[in-house]
Each structure stands twice: as structure tokens, then as C-alpha cells.
């Protein structure tokens, strides 16, 4: 099994930047790949970022490519998500996610609120 906790969540004025981080336990080489996604108020969760664990692709929603840089620190088990040129819009609850096999998210952790104003 593998834990994900994220955190770095907060309120921020509009053009701003946060830093998330999801650190993950457990069985950790199980994961292939993990990803950020963001659930708005009565809006489904959206896919946001992704980034494979050994070669480090990363891929991004179209709405936050430019704005939004994920990385990951193997060494200390953490997948970062920098966010820049913050807008309302990125008002959310950001969870991370890992995927045993691509396509598969089989982990989650609780999510972080992320506010931002205009």
C-alpha cells in the first residue's frame, strides 16, 4: 500500500504562486507515475499534472501549461507542484494521485485547499 499526504495549500492573491507537495509512503516502487488533480465547488476533479516516477515525463491540462511546473524529489518520496500567475479560477481542493499502472490512479491522498483571490 502507499500513503499520499499533500500540503502547502493556502489563500493567495491573484497572481500569485504556491508551492504543493504530496509526500508518499509506503510501497513506494509501485508507483509508475503521479499525478495532480483539482476539484472546484461543484465541479468534477480535473486532471491538472502528471510525471513518471523513473524517466520523469511530465504532461500538463491545457488550462495551467505555462503556470504550473510539477517535479518530484525520489530521494525524499515527494511530487511537487509549483504554481505560478495564480488565478481565481485555480480555486480548488488540489489532491494528488499515484498510478500503479498508467491510467489507473489506485492512490490518493486527502487533498490541500488552494484559494485564490481576485
Known amino acids: 500500500q502507499v500513503q499520499l499526504a499533500e500540503s502547502g495549500g493556502g489563500l493567495v492573491q491573484a497572481g500569485g504562486s504556491l508551492r504543493l507537495s504530496c509526500l508518499a509512503s509506503g510501497r513506494i516502487s509501485s508507483i509508475y507515475a503521479m499525478d495532480w488533480f483539482r476539484q472546484a465547488p461543484g465541479k468534477e476533479r480535473d486532471f491538472v499534472a502528471r510525471i513518471t516516477q523513473m524517466v520523469g515525463t511530465t504532461r500538463y491540462a491545457d488550462s495551467v501549461m505555462g503556470r504550473f511546473t510539477i517535479s518530484r524529489d525520489n530521494a525524499k518520496n515527494v511530487v511537487y507542484l509549483q504554481m505560478n500567475s495564480l488565478i481565481p479560477e485555480d480555486t480548488a481542493v488540489y489532491y494528488c494521485?499515484?498510478?500503479?499502472?498508467?491510467?489507473?490512479?489506485?492512490?490518493w491522498g486527502q487533498g490541500t485547499q488552494v484559494t485564490v483571490s481576485s
Open positions: 494521485a499515484g498510478e500503479k499502472t498508467p491510467g489507473r490512479y489506485d492512490y
